[in-house]
């Protein structure tokens, strides 16, 4: 193959290879002639207003499958989040909060508690049910400083209930973490959290 005919192939297989991740299935052979066509500025075989209102219909369809899929998703990590959090009360030293919180000391402090208009400072890892870690000051070698009152529902009443120095394993469910909408591509829909939290200092005013 020619350098031209490389980029070509290269440009083709990329947009395909996006197609099939994203479950597109288009008929090639149509796509190639459209594509010529359009590359050679000649007569096109759909008018404009036909090619607007078919993109459109597929657009749409398309966020009616993506919405299904998210809806499945959300109902799928929920009910996986409920099991997980039914046997995780039983285990010892876990404690159960009216609100759904879990939390597990794992050192106790003695210092202050903050307040919800505290800013602190926390070391902590973020992890999903499965135990994949998604977030973690403790990689990026330095901690974090957070005000109380605009992290996470679970977060917010963990730290009024901790003294500085103390050391807690929180186990958020979804309602108290990102709920149905989910954070990011790692995060999705309905899914619980386990995080652990160090609380290191509380900033002055």
Do not use: C
Request: no cysteine.
């Amino acid at each position: 193959m020619t350098a031209q005919q490389k980029l070509a192939y290269s440009l083709g297989a990329d947009l395909g290879k996006t197609f099939r991740q994203q479950g597109v299935m288009v008929d090639a052979q149509a796509f190639g002639r459209g594509f010529a066509d359009a590359l050679a500025g000649g007569a096109l075989a759909m008018t404009e207003e036909e090619m607007t209102a078919t993109i459109q219909a597929f657009q749409q369809e398309m966020v009616a499958k993506q919405q299904e899929y998210m809806q499945a998703q959300a109902a799928a990590n929920k009910k996986a989040a409920d099991a997980f959090f039914q046997a995780n009360k039983g285990k010892p030293g876990v404690t159960t909060l009216p609100s759904g919180l879990q939390y597990k000391v794992l050192t106790d402090g003695t210092g202050p508690t903050p307040t919800a208009t505290d800013t602190v400072t926390v070391h902590y890892r973020g992890m999903l049910l499965d135990g994949t870690e998604f977030d973690s000051s403790y990689a990026r070698g330095e901690p974090a400083s957070l005000p109380v009152n605009s992290v996470i529902k679970g977060w917010t009443e963990a730290l009024q209930l901790m003294k500085v120095g103390s050391k807690w394993q929180l186990f958020i469910p979804p309602e108290l973490a990102y709920g149905e909408r989910g954070a990011g591509r790692v995060i999705a829909p309905n899914q619980g959290l386990v995080f652990e939290v160090e609380l290191l200092g509380i900033q002055p005013h």
